[in-house]
């Protein structure tokens, strides 16, 4: 039995793998979070809460299967949050924000923000065609 925990209070057993996965899992989503959101105390204490909301509902949780598919979500959202969540910072003197992007963020092809009424870059304005007032009375 090297391979499993025994808790003793209710007999459960629980594959080490598991647990270990579990919480590598929940560091790992901790360890994001300070990296993606460092120096937004806001951001910060939510992504804390959200997490440890998480991990607390599902603690009891007992079926290898549903734990496996948690962490595998757990690690698929930490990887996501790395790579595609990124912070602006408004430059009052500039009147513009600005993007600190990492090595791992995904870059992709950002089309700037137009205002009502303009046309983006490579495109056509569709004209409208005069309607004719209908011949019949």
Known sequence: MSGLLVDEGSNKLLFHSSVFAV???????????????SGDQVALQAG??????QYAKNKTLQDEEEIAKLVQGAEEASEFIRKSVVQ??????KEVYQVKLKEES????NHP?????????????????????????
């Open 88 to 93: 602006a910072q408004l430059n009052p003197e």
């Open 113 to 137: 923000y137009l205002k009502e009424g303009d046309i983006p870059l490579g495109t056509k304005k569709v004209r409208r065609s005069k309607r004719r007032p209908d011949p019949t009375p």
């Open 48 to 53: 804390r809460d959200k997490i440890n909301e």
């Open 23 to 37: 919480l590598a899992s929940y560091k790992a989503l901790h360890r994001t979070r300070l990296a993606v959101f």
């Open 106 to 109: 995904v870059r992709q092809a």
